[in-house]
T-cell receptor
């Protein structure tokens, strides 16, 4: 099983550029989410989705957009990159939350630098 | 929303010693508490979890305890080995609240270093 696949693994952007971080899962999970990880800050939720066509904001949504047109894919868009968005980004997925099955499976991360 | 505090932020132990990481949570409705291990350059991976109807759970050298009254839970690693060196995250989840179903609230992480 591939699990959760994130691309690219590394990316350098200039301030003002836009880009899309890709996330795909092959486990037929309903729930997908995006986190950013900064030193000493743990994992902070950016956006999440409880199913195709449904997305919602997390703790730090500003500057990011998401959409969920299929169960498998959950891309994260940076509209106009800023140095404050330099971070490591993780995508995660989990089965439907019914029954308390909240185990999340993480991708390997995308390391983004904005100059 | 839920607030999860994790301590300590760094922990150094000698190989063979025990390590304990503690977390507190704020929302008494939280009912699922996983622990994740993140090795350098990788994504976090679940190592153990506990649900609110259980006070303790053990899996070989790792164990988790939960005190619902005090709203805190802890990770215990015995007979530590150098390969246990990693960042450990605790998290809490509130089941059954509409669109927040499945959402995890993470602590800030503990960098555990095990010296040979």
């Amino acid at each position: 099983n591939a699990g959760v696949t994130q691309t690219p693994k590394f990316q350098v952007l200039k301030t003002g550029q836009s880009m899309t971080l890709q996330c795909a899962q092959d486990m037929n999970h309903e729930y997908m989410s995006w986190y950013r990880q900064d030193p000493g800050m743990g994992l902070r939720l950016i956006h999440y989705s409880v199913g195709a066509g449904i997305t919602d904001q997390g703790e730090v949504p500003n500057g990011y957009n998401v959409s969920r047109s299929t169960t498998e894919d959950f891309p994260l868009r940076l509209l106009s990159a800023a140095p404050s968005q330099t971070s490591v980004y993780f995508c995660a997925s989990s089965p439907s939350g019914g029954g308390g099955k909240n185990i999340q499976y993480f991708g390997a991360g995308t390391r983004l630098s904005v100059l | 929303g839920e607030n999860v505090e994790q301590h300590p932020s760094t922990l150094s132990v000698q190989e063979g010693d025990s390590a304990v990481i503690k977390c507190t949570y704020s929302d008494s409705a939280s009912n699922y508490f996983p622990w994740y291990k993140q090795e350098l350059g990788k994504g976090p991976q679940l190592i153990i979890d506990i649900r609110s109807n259980v006070g303790e759970k053990k899996d070989q050298r790792i164990a988790v305890t939960l005190n619902k009254t005090a709203k805190h839970f802890s990770l215990h690693i015995t007979e530590t080995q150098p390969e246990d060196s990693a960042v450990y995250f605790c998290a809490a989840s509130i089941r059954g609240r509409g669109s927040t179903l499945g959402r995890l609230y993470f602590g800030r992480g503990t960098q555990l270093t095990v010296w040979p």
